[in-house]
Nanobody, 118 residues
Framework: VQLQASGGGLVQPGGSLRLSCAAS????????IGWFRQAPGKARERVSC????????YYEDSVNGRFTISRDNAKNTVYLQMNSLQPEDTAVYYC????????????WGQGTLVTVSS
C-alpha cells in the first residue's frame, strides 16, 4: 500500500491550497482516508477524513467551514481544499488510510509541508 501526498507549499494568509492524496496497492469495499497535521512542537491532530462508501466527512473545529475534503473513488484519490489559510495552519500535512471498519489508521503518506506566511 502506498499513499502519495502532494500540493503543499508557501501561501500568504487568506490564501488557498489543495492537497492531494493518491492511494494505491489495495482493494477494499470500505476504507477511510484522513488528513492529519503536525506543527512544530505540537501533537499530531486529525484535520479531516472521508469514507469511501457514503462519503461521510469529519472536520476538526478549527478548519470547519474553511477546508473541504472530497474523493475520487475511481482514482483512489482524496483532496483537501484549504481556503482562508492562517499562520496557525502551518504544519506538515499527512494523509493516512484505514482499510475496513477500524479505529486506527494503518498506512501513512510521507507528508507535505504547508507554510502560511506573509
Amino acid at each position: 500500500v502506498q499513499l502519495q501526498a502532494s500540493g503543499g507549499g508557501l501561501v500568504q494568509p487568506g490564501g488557498s491550497l489543495r492537497l492531494s492524496c493518491a492511494a494505491s496497492g489495495f482493494t477494499s469495499d470500505y476504507y477511510n482516508i484522513g488528513w492529519f497535521r503536525q506543527a512544530p512542537g505540537k501533537a499530531r491532530e486529525r484535520v479531516s477524513c472521508i469514507s469511501s462508501d457514503d462519503g461521510t466527512t469529519y472536520y476538526e473545529d478549527s478548519v470547519n467551514g474553511r477546508f473541504t475534503i472530497s474523493r475520487d473513488n475511481a482514482k483512489n484519490t482524496v483532496y483537501l481544499q484549504m481556503n482562508s489559510l492562517q499562520p496557525e495552519d502551518t504544519a506538515v500535512y499527512y494523509c493516512a488510510l484505514k482499510i475496513g471498519y477500524k479505529a486506527e489508521y494503518d498506512y501513512w503518506g510521507q507528508g507535505t509541508l504547508v507554510t502560511v506566511s506573509s
